[in-house]
């Protein structure tokens, strides 16, 4: 009865109480995105690389070399010799390598020059092996493998013909027109940056480059592209190793940080990843704590909104109170609205968050490879929910104590 009267009640001011649940559930909706996106971002950048034990790479800092190497962020700043990575392949305790040579692109995408290996050894989430949609993995110099945003969004299919071009920007001015490649395979969704490059054999880079080479003479541009390209040459932007055993992983990274013919850094990819949630760490702090606070404002809405109706709803109070209604039940139905109107933003606040989140994935996943999962509200999710709920049901305390005491107070005779 105390509900259905409070129910009525919010229907009587329908427009103030719209409003003040749109509020409420626009806080939701900012509070609950925040932490999906922080969650689904850091689920996706753990399953970027999977059963990789250690990265190589050039002297330099561990995050660096990670964002570079894998995430494609930023440019190497060196390379490797062909002949240090015939080296750390033939490490005692190495069972696989993968050399990875970036520097060059496609039309805005990376291209990542590589070998078979790349798709019999590279994993990805959880240790689920990079397949193809369409295609096979290129055999020879003359064949690429593209990854599905890259297909998708360019519109290619297998047996069509790229272009690379120097460099990694999206605008490029020295092609390698002469040596077009045929699209041999498209890979499956990953969700990850390996979605978002073109995949070459190190025979091609370094046969398109000898080939800028000699036309380095006649043409300046080209050779002032070459001089500054990060990626010149058939060189090594990293090795991804693969270990016997685990238990053999420090043991390698010393011998790899030791090595006397060149300067190298070796970094345990899940350990390096814990110093990038460091450095992030406090943005994602300071957009939680922005998200708590507009939580903070849209309940302080309700409470004004409640409080500024009292003094009109005293006559209201004394029908009531002449029909029957002890002030308890005054007490109860005002406490009634506030939770009703907590619970109606919530779930019109969970509402938006999932047809948010079914018109933004792909959108998500093709422009910034974040494949946020449109799944049940997680545990901790439901106890942010149910400390909105509580802090909601909370303030309603202060307008119902009021208007008790109003009740109270005021009996059958209201003073005007």
Request: no cysteine; charged share 15%.
């Amino acid at each position: 009865m105390i509900l259905s009267l409070a129910w009525k009640s919010l229907r009587n001011r329908r427009f103030t109480a719209a409003l003040t649940v749109l509020s409420i559930a626009l806080a939701v909706l900012l509070l609950l995105a925040v932490e999906r996106l922080r969650t689904e971002s850091r689920a996706s950048f753990a399953a970027t690389v999977s059963g990789t034990d250690l990265i190589v790479g050039a002297r330099s800092s561990p995050v660096h070399l990670l964002l570079s190497s894998v995430f494609r962020i930023g440019n190497a700043t060196n390379n490797l010799r062909p002949e240090t990575w015939h080296a750390l392949a033939q490490l005692p305790a190495v069972a696989w390598s993968i050399p990875i040579a970036l520097g060059d692109s496609h039309r805005g995408f990376r291209v990542v020059g590589t070998t078979g290996a790349y798709f019999e050894h590279f994993r990805f989430g959880d240790a689920r092996r990079v397949g193809f949609s369409s295609g096979r993995p290129f055999a020879d110099e003359h064949e690429a493998v593209l990854g599905a945003d890259v297909a998708q969004r360019l519109h290619y299919r297998v047996g069509d013909s790229i272009v690379l071009a120097h460099g990694a920007g999206d605008v490029s001015f020295a092609l390698h027109e002469n040596r077009p490649l045929r699209i041999a395979g498209i890979l499956e969704r990953t969700g990850t940056p390996v979605d978002r490059a073109v995949y070459v054999t190190l025979e091609a880079l370094g046969a398109i480059h000898a080939q800028a080479n000699a036309q380095a003479e006649a043409d300046p541009l080209a050779a002032a592209l070459k001089a500054h390209a990060p990626g010149g040459g058939a060189a090594i932007t990293a090795v991804f190793l693969g270990l016997k055993s685990r238990g053999a992983a420090l043991a390698v990274q010393r011998t790899v940080n030791e090595y006397a013919a060149e300067p190298l850094t070796a970094i345990l990819p899940g350990a390096t990843l814990q110093e990038v949630w460091e450095i992030t760490g406090v943005v994602e702090r300071t957009l939680f704590a922005v998200s708590v606070m507009v939580v903070v404002v849209g309940l302080a809405g309700m409470l004004v909104a409640l409080l500024t109706s009292l003094a009109e709803r005293r006559r209201e109070m004394a029908v009531l109170r002449s029909v029957g209604a002890r002030p308890a039940h005054v007490f109860g139905m005002i406490l009634g609205e506030a939770a009703l109107l907590t619970g109606l933003g919530i779930a019109l606040g969970v509402a938006g968050l999932y047809a948010g989140l079914l018109s933004s994935q792909g959108w998500l996943a093709s422009h910034y490879g974040l494949f946020v999962a449109v799944a049940w509200p997680s545990a901790h999710e439901l106890a942010l929910l149910l400390l909105v709920a509580i802090a909601g049901a909370l303030i309603g305390l202060v307008p119902a104590w009021r208007i008790y005491r109003h009740s109270l107070a005021d009996g059958m005779t209201i003073r005007l």
